[in-house]
């Protein structure tokens, strides 16, 4: 089969660690965390975490209204990293309403203020009677892919992906395939999450959020250490600009990197309960996708939460796939879980990794957890010469995606 | 209830809800013409003036506006 190359042509970044490329890259380098002491939560009757990891940006105004009024702050994130992207990409209105230019994003829920404040109100009241005709579209599952389609006036292919934590990764991947088969020539791609105390709530009652840090926020997430309690839900959002390789050349477009590779698997078993054996089928599928083997892969952007069954779980997965050669590192450390986002936050760190040589540190990992297996865990941050990163990203359902990105020469 | 209330309340409205320009909102402005709005920021515009005001507005009631004096006028025959 014929296929064609894809690569990453702009970037639109919303992150507890800052909201460009740039932002995140120094954050990063400074080791510094976006999570915070969440006072407000407190409101909540036997609700424990106290820590979030918070997007500081809420210009919703650079958003016009008739295109924000359907949006949650989900949305609206998501929104403002497809500006931003766009722009950076340099697209013109006649690129981005192209029937061959298409879209792929998605998040765990949408607006969870949004249904808050909305099905609250009917369940207990059972009226429907002083509902608004908006707070269905800021909150229904597709949030984020219906209203970026409808305020950038897409007319491409429209997929969205809510798989929980492999939304965006997923729209990644969908948009590298819709490229690389020859549906669209371009695709933006992405996801978010909104910051809510229902998030947080869920995984407390599944036992799998951090609550022993509460007052030392910077200290929590610990991926992979032997003192780690839990994730930290996160916000954020980001958009990547996927083009056809020759046509992003023929136009002299900016290259931040090929996709090379990409797979999706799903374990098939428990709900909940991670498989490594499925986290590893999904990374070798990746690899044969991209035809390479595991050592061209010189960072590994890991999952992690910081949960203890998942870690254990990947790092066995990961050890199997890549032995203890190949750096390993989960920057959750930095900001916590940005659950439908967090597959594209991450795969931007993957692509500053390719451009600066940054191998980040694992944040907050003093002693790894002795029935993690042997990774060559980052516990400082190095430089390395490597051209090809690995995302991996996994969600509820036994829901794998595997993402690799290779640096590429421009001409 | 006053029409110079109900006019004032509406102003607010317009303002904080939908973001209009106070000095758009003019005798006679059109909903949809002159203050750039739709068929579903009718609807909502509906349902936040009933709510301010306690008054017996519909979705339906929605399709019959189209001027801040129609509005006007169609609140205080319910009022």
């Known amino acids: 089969m014929n296929t064609r190359r894809v690569v990453i042509t702009g970037v639109g970044v919303l992150s507890p660690l800052g909201n460009d490329m740039q932002e995140l890259q120094e954050a990063l380098e400074a080791s510094k965390s976006g999570v915070q002491h969440v006072e407000s939560w407190s409101e909540y009757k036997d609700f424990t975490t106290r820590v979030c990891g918070l997007v500081n940006w809420d210009n919703y105004k650079e958003i016009p209204r008739k295109s924000r009024r359907s949006m949650g702050r989900v949305a609206i994130m998501a929104a403002k990293t497809m500006m931003d992207a766009v722009k950076d990409a340099g697209l013109s209105e006649e690129q981005i309403s192209n029937p061959r230019t298409g879209i792929s994003f998605g998040s765990t829920m949408g607006s969870d203020e949004a249904l808050f404040d909305s099905i609250g109100t009917i369940a207990k009241e059972k009226t429907f009677v002083g509902q608004n005709s908006m707070a269905f579209l800021q909150f229904m599952s597709h949030t984020v892919a219906a209203n970026i389609a409808a305020m950038f006036k897409i007319r491409g292919r429209n997929i969205p992906a809510c798989s929980a934590c492999t939304s965006s990764s997923m729209a990644i991947g969908i948009g590298y395939e819709s490229i690389k088969y020859g549906m669209s020539d371009m695709m933006f791609v992405g996801g978010s999450e909104e910051a809510h105390p229902y998030n947080a709530g869920i995984f407390e009652i599944m036992a799998a959020t951090s609550t022993r840090y509460n007052d030392t926020p910077d200290q929590t997430p610990r991926p992979f250490d032997t003192e780690r309690d839990g994730l930290v839900t996160a916000e954020g959002a980001g958009t990547l600009v996927l083009e056809e390789y020759e046509a992003a050349k023929a136009r002299g477009a900016k290259i931040y990197a090929e996709v090379i590779g990409y797979a999706t698997s799903c374990d098939g078993e428990h709900i909940t309960t991670p498989s490594s054996e499925g986290m590893e089928q999904v990374m070798r599928l990746a690899l044969d996708d991209a035809q390479i083997t595991a050592d061209k892969v010189g960072y590994v952007n890991a999952h992690a939460t910081s949960t203890p069954k998942g870690d254990i779980a990947e790092s066995h997965a990961t050890y199997a796939v890549f032995g203890d050669k190949t750096p390993v590192s989960s920057t959750k450390g930095y900001m916590g879980h940005i659950l439908g986002g967090c597959g594209v936050v991450e795969s931007v760190i993957g692509l500053i990794s390719l451009k600066t040589g940054l191998l980040p540190a694992n944040k907050n990992l003093v002693t790894v957890d002795e029935t993690c297996a042997p990774l060559d865990y980052l516990f400082e941050h190095r430089y390395g010469n490597h051209d090809i990163v690995m995302n991996n990203n996994f969600a509820f359902g036994g829901i794998n995606t595997s993402l690799i990105f290779k640096k590429i020469e421009e001409k | ?79």
């Open chain 2, 1 to 79: 209830m006053t029409e110079a209330l109900v006019r004032d309340t509406l102003k607010e409205v317009l303002i904080e809800e939908f973001e209009v320009e106070e000095d758009e909102i003019k005798e006679g402005a059109n909903f949809f013409e002159d203050l750039d709005m739709d068929s579903l920021d009718a609807i909502d515009l509906i349902v936040m003036m009933d709510k301010k005001l306690n008054i017996d507005l519909k979705a339906e009631d929605a399709q019959k506006i189209r001027t801040i004096d129609e509005f006007v006028a169609l609140i205080m025959t319910r009022a």
